[in-house]
């Protein structure tokens, strides 16, 4: 069974990243368009832009640094050491800990964050390696399985050490017991959100 360590949501240890690597949600400075100049296209009462402060620039800032930076280096760790990207480790993992090792495409989708298209694709490329399969389900015909094979299990079990250094090394390391308990918290909620938002 793989550890579950491969959540990708975490807390960098530059804490200090540059500026260039997040957009800018300031307001606009003094070359911004003329604001009392007349446009016939606008509305008649446009939306306030709701600008971040400055707690609200910079905890974003670090947000964005962390989702441009860790996601590369999971990336290159399971790359270089088994031949596997990020998302395709995330996968394997996900079904070594379903019952039987099978999940229905969609579910496996949901749990991976994924569109099931994005997901089918990656189905595919491990299914010609070998360590997923496909298969319809015993109570309906009509839906597809993943299955984790057995040579599968094998390459995510001997991954596993190398990927949970890495999180340990990039996150974990830089954290005391509360830190955690705050990253939790936090990632929990903006998740929690973004998941209301993507069902409308």
Same mark, same amino acid.
């Given at each position: 069974?793989?550890?579950?360590?491969h959540a990708p949501?975490?807390?960098?240890?530059? *804490?200090?990243?540059?500026?260039?690597? %997040? =957009?800018? $949600?300031? +307001? =606009?400075? %003094?070359? *911004?368009?003329?604001?009392?100049? =007349?446009?016939?296209?606008?509305?008649?009462?446009?939306?306030?832009?709701?600008? /971040?402060?400055?707690?609200?620039?910079?905890?974003? @800032?670090?947000? +964005?640094?962390?989702?441009?930076?860790?996601?590369?280096?999971?990336?290159?760790?399971?790359?270089?050491?088994?031949?596997?990207?990020?998302?395709?480790?995330?996968?394997?993992?996900?079904?070594?800990?379903?019952?039987?090792?099978?999940?229905? /495409?969609s579910d496996l %989708? $949901?749990?991976?964050? +994924?569109?099931?298209?994005?997901?089918?694709?990656?189905?595919?490329?491990?299914?010609?390696? !070998?360590?997923?399969?496909?298969?319809?389900?015993?109570?309906?015909?009509?839906?597809?399985?993943a299955v984790l094979?057995?040579?599968?299990?094998?390459?995510?079990?001997? $991954?596993?050490? !190398?990927?949970?250094?890495?999180?340990?090394?990039?996150?974990?390391?830089?954290?005391? @017991?509360?830190?955690?308990?705050?990253?939790?918290?936090?990632? !929990?909620?903006?998740?929690?959100?973004?998941?209301?938002?993507?069902? !409308?």
């Amino acid at each position: 069974h793989a550890p579950d360590a491969h959540a990708p949501d975490a807390h960098a240890p530059d *804490a200090h990243a540059p500026d260039a690597h %997040a =957009p800018d $949600a300031h +307001a =606009p400075d %003094a070359h *911004a368009p003329d604001a009392h100049a =007349p446009d016939a296209h606008a509305p008649d009462n446009p939306p306030v832009p709701r600008w /971040l402060d400055d707690d609200q620039q910079h905890a974003w @800032r670090q947000l +964005a640094a962390v989702m441009l930076k860790l996601p590369t280096e999971l990336d290159h760790q399971l790359q270089r050491d088994a031949g596997l990207s990020h998302f395709e480790y995330w996968v394997m993992a996900l079904l070594s800990e379903a019952d039987g090792r099978r999940l229905r /495409l969609s579910d496996l %989708a $949901a749990q991976a964050n +994924a569109s099931l298209s994005r997901l089918s694709h990656v189905v595919t490329r491990l299914q010609r390696r !070998g360590w997923v399969a496909r298969a319809p389900s015993p109570e309906d015909a009509r839906t597809t399985l993943a299955v984790l094979t057995d040579d599968g299990l094998g390459q995510v079990t001997a $991954a596993a050490p !190398g990927h949970v250094e890495a999180v340990q090394r990039l996150v974990f390391d830089q954290l005391d @017991r509360e830190d955690v308990d705050d990253l939790a918290r936090v990632c !929990g909620a903006i998740a929690d959100r973004l998941d209301r938002h993507r069902r !409308g």
